[in-house]
């Protein structure tokens, strides 16, 4: 009888968990959500959706900052007005909100909040992500017709994805003072190292898929940094990767202490636990401790 | 130096010296240059009017620039010896462009090379111009001549879409050649199909892209009027000079240097790595024609 009752209840428990993902998947599909005609706009051609072997297919030159992330395919729509430009629709399916957050700070120049969780609106175009979801409508040339009918789709999109997603654990470590909010750049490839001034061309870090990485700018009244900050599986990972970039980088590094650089400005990296925590480019001694002191208090926390 | 040895950096550093001599580059390059010039030749020409203010190309204009720097390229008093030092009647030559639907090679450009390639006596079905799809191209399959032009702009993975990216077309899968962000591209060089046939590279800056935006990588803020073309034979170092063009506007835009991400190492690497041209500034010896205003070099 209780081996039955056990029973009865693991079936109940898993057809409700398969109910509660069935609808959870429908309410958070945007592309399902999306107007057959917007203000004059109609969809003329059919849907189109690529995938990590066709999206080369669809995006010259950016398939490969998707694919850095994690991607499993995108949806694409067209919509078209005569006298008009085509408005185009790109929902990238993003493994999780991490990676939409990350393809997100590469894909941008300023840091808006009108639409998912960050946003930026430019010249005929308007970038967002929510959840997993990294979402681009652009119409090129803009006109006024098509600035108010690509606003209205990204409202459309933006309210048929319910849920938020997280931010990547590393951003909790990273001092808010004089932070550059903007200038965070998150990955989990080496490619994007030098994404506010050149550090290396090669994988010093040792940075892989299981790697988080940021980057950001700091600014104060006459000073400025560049702040990375890599967390490794481990300890023994960090302590490695370490060893890596003493060997490798340009200049002779003295652990843990904050040196002047061939350029004049200042650098210094440290490892703290299983993160490593570097400044370049700053221009002060004082402004580059300050921040590897802050991040230290922060991780050992 | 031993004629038999040269390699073709030193060819393509020579080009402008067998120019100057008035020797006809073409059969065996490597024969005509018993001693290599130090420097690549490279010219940036400039003229506001190309641009009209409805925003389109003007095509006399086009040609005018593309004849003038084959001129100066050249070292010739006359367009058509110019192109008659690089292009022989029975060339098959491919014209290798890109299309990226937002900044493509403008058709004007590719007009203009087209004629003055029929002007030395190629006759037009031994012409092709194309993007995607030259491996399955008759006219590229066979080609004894190459002519490689395309727009610079800004690139996520690459840094740069450069000359020597613009190449990758001529793999199966260009995906393959992504790799350390497109560290070795200029090895496509080597390829048998484009190996030793390029006679001109002409990078066009009318409206470069300097920053990338979106999945596309493409928004109308980030390109500006530059009304520019970069012309030589060593496209690393059109390259570079490009580069560093586009480096300069970005500063000026941003206010601060911020820089390419990834950096465009393939074309340091083209020369260093692959000895494919010169990418060092000092190693190029530029020669500008035309509007200064905001040149940036």
């Known amino acids: ?301 | 130096m031993s004629t038999k040895n040269l390699t073709r950096r030193e060819f393509i550093k020579t080009g402008s010296l067998a120019a100057a001599a008035g020797t006809f580059i073409l059969n065996n390059p490597r024969a005509l240059f018993a001693a290599p010039e130090e420097k690549s030749r490279v010219v940036l020409i400039r003229n506001k009017s190309v641009i009209n203010e409805d925003g389109k190309l003007n095509p006399e204009v086009i040609q005018e620039m593309l004849d003038e720097s084959a001129r100066v390229l050249f070292n010739t008093k006359e367009t058509s010896q110019a192109w008659k030092k690089i292009i022989k009647p029975e060339d098959i030559v491919g014209i290798k462009t890109n299309v990226w639907n937002y900044l493509r090679t403008p058709i004007e450009l590719e007009n203009a090379i087209k004629k003055r390639v029929m002007e030395c006596g190629v006759a037009e079905e031994k012409i092709g111009i194309k993007d995607r799809g030259v491996l399955r191209d008759p006219v590229f399959q066979k080609a004894t001549a190459l002519i490689n032009s395309r727009p610079m702009r800004t690139h996520y993975w690459s840094g740069v879409g450069s000359l020597i990216k613009n190449y990758i077309m001529f793999v199966d899968k260009p995906a393959d050649w992504h790799g350390d962000s497109c560290a070795d591209l200029a090895a496509l060089w080597r390829l048998p199909i484009v190996a030793d046939k390029t006679r001109l590279n002409i990078l066009v800056m009318l409206t470069p892209q300097f920053h990338n935006i979106g999945p596309h990588g493409f928004s109308p803020e980030y390109v500006w009027k530059y009304y520019g073309l970069i012309v030589g034979v060593d496209p690393v170092a059109c390259d570079a000079v490009g580069l560093k063009i586009i480096e300069a506007k970005r500063k000026e835009y941003f206010g601060e240097d911020k820089p390419l991400n990834p950096p465009a190492k393939h074309i340091e690497l083209a020369d260093t790595r692959h000895n494919l041209g010169n990418a060092d500034l000092k190693k190029i010896n530029l020669i500008k024609i035309g509007y200064k205003e905001g040149i940036f070099i």
């Open chain 1, 1 to 301: 009888m209780k081996t039955l009752l056990y029973l009865y209840t693991t079936i109940i428990i898993s057809l409700l968990f398969i109910v509660a993902n069935i609808s959870a998947q429908i309410k958070t599909d945007p592309s399902k959500n999306l107007p057959g005609d917007i203000n004059g706009w109609s969809v003329i051609e059919a849907d189109r959706h690529f995938d990590n072997e066709t999206l080369y297919d669809y995006i010259d030159g950016s398939a490969e900052m998707f694919l850095s992330f994690g991607f499993s395919k995108v949806f694409n729509r067209i919509y078209s007005r005569n006298n008009q430009p085509d408005i185009i629709v790109d929902i990238f399916y993003m493994n999780s909100s991490y990676d939409a957050f990350g393809v997100f700070t590469h894909s941008v120049g300023k840091l808006e909040h009108e639409f998912g969780q960050q946003s930026q609106q430019t010249e005929g175009a308007i970038i967002f992500w929510k959840s997993n979801y990294y979402v681009s409508i652009l119409c090129h040339p803009e006109t006024s017709e098509s600035r108010e009918a690509i606003s209205k789709l990204a409202g459309i999109i933006d309210k048929s994805i319910n849920e938020t997603g997280p931010l990547p654990e590393i951003i909790n470590y990273i001092p808010n003072r004089n932070l550059v909010e903007e200038s965070v750049r998150y990955f989990r490839h080496y490619n994007w190292i030098n994404s506010h001034t050149f550090i290396s061309n090669d994988n010093i870090f040792n940075i892989d898929q299981n790697t988080n990485g940021i980057l950001a700018q700091y600014k104060e009244k006459n000073g400025n940094a560049i702040f990375l900050l890599i967390m490794y599986p481990d300890e023994t990972s960090s302590a490695s990767a370490l060893n890596k970039f003493f060997e490798s980088y340009e200049e002779k590094v003295v652990p843990d202490q904050i040196q002047q650089s061939k350029n004049n400005t200042w650098f210094g990296i440290k490892r703290v636990k299983n993160f490593i925590a570097g400044i370049f480019d700053s221009s002060s001694k004082d402004f580059a401790d300050n921040i590897l002191s802050s991040a230290e208090s922060i991780i050992n926390k």
